[in-house]
């Protein structure tokens, strides 16, 4: 299965950064749409992603005052000429997350 993988620093501290991601990304409808549900591990600060037909795994990290916000995604090999597309798409959300 082929992976798309997005990083992006965010200032602030890592749950306070988990929080506003978690708040960003329930707010929208756009994994719904895909039949995609999220499951939060406050704890952790991490979230698994699962649908009928992808899945994938959301990481907060904290080093010196920054967090790094990771979204992996394994896709199937029919959605391949797509993944540039999904890249594009999580990044620009992820660049519209407000702590």
Known sequence: MPQVKV???ILGEKKKVFSAVKKYLEGRD???KLGATIDWDEK???G???ASNFSGKLTVAEKSGKSTVEISVD???L???F???VEEELKKHL???KV
Request: proline share 8%; with cysteine.
């Open 30 to 32: 756009t994994l719904s």
């Open 79 to 81: 959605l391949t000429p």
């Open 7 to 9: 990083k992006q620093e």
């Open 48 to 50: 698994d992603i699962e």
């Open 83 to 85: 993944k540039g597309k």
């Open 75 to 77: 896709l199937p090999l």
């Open 44 to 46: 952790t600060c991490t």
């Open 95 to 97: 660049d519209r997350v």
